[in-house]
């Protein structure tokens, strides 16, 4: 089993900047692609930001220039650092891992549990 735990996530006015960070754990032998997405009140669930094992990244439209995505593979943990944030960033933000788990070798994908980041205007 592999678990994945978000933190970082916080109420801040507009213009200001938050640090979300995701650190996996259990039975990893390897993470492929890790990444961020978030789902808005009333919306659908949507990628943010991603990043492969070799640090290749992709990012949403709306977030490019001002979101960046980072990871520590020695922690198995990966950053999204968010800045000049906007209310309509305001979401639930999911960490998401597609994993190589011990024993069996099989790619699994997996979601934390979220956070919640509230951009005031």
């Known amino acids: 089993q592999v678990h994945l735990v978000e933190s970082g996530g916080d109420l801040v006015q507009a213009g200001g900047s938050l640090k979300l960070s995701c650190a996996a754990s259990?039975?990893?032998?390897?993470?492929?692609?890790m990444g961020w997405y978030r789902q808005p009140p009333g919306k659908q669930r949507e990628l943010v930001a991603g990043?492969?094992?070799?640090?290749?990244?992709v990012f949403a439209d709306s977030v490019k220039g001002r979101f960046t995505i980072s990871r520590d593979n020695a922690k198995n943990t990966v950053y999204l650092q968010m800045n000049r944030l906007k209310p309509e960033d305001t979401a639930v933000y999911y960490c998401?891992?597609?994993?190589?788990?011990?024993?069996?070798?099989?790619?699994?994908?997996?979601w934390g549990q979220g956070t919640q980041v509230t951009v005031s205007s």
């Open positions: 998401n891992a597609k994993v190589v788990v011990s024993l069996t070798y099989d790619e699994y994908n997996y």
């Open positions: 259990g039975s990893i032998f390897r993470i492929n692609t």
């Open positions: 990043i492969s094992s070799g640090g290749s990244t």
